[in-house]
């Protein structure tokens, strides 16, 4: 018995709505949202962790600038602006046959 998303109506929907599909699961950091993410994290954080006032901070310091930091990014659209960018990132993954991309 073919599983459902494997079966004729699900090959038939592909062909008819011209999905493309990979022949294997790609495990490219660019379809990952939470490793994109942390990215637009570290790059905030470093910017906060030049100040030689940030040289030693105790974890409770540091937790609340991580949390600022992702309050700011999702005032700001940043993290709205990675779910939007999806499409474009699967696309780039599919073109590169699942191999890395620009991101």
Known sequence: MERNHKGPAARAALDTHKFVTLAYLPRSPDLNPIENLFKKLIRRLEVIYVDPAKESVDLEEFEADVK???LGLEEDGGIAELARSM???CADVV????GPTKY
């Open 95 to 98: 073109k590169a046959d699942g």
């Open 68 to 70: 600022q930091v992702l």
């Open 87 to 89: 499409p474009r990132r």
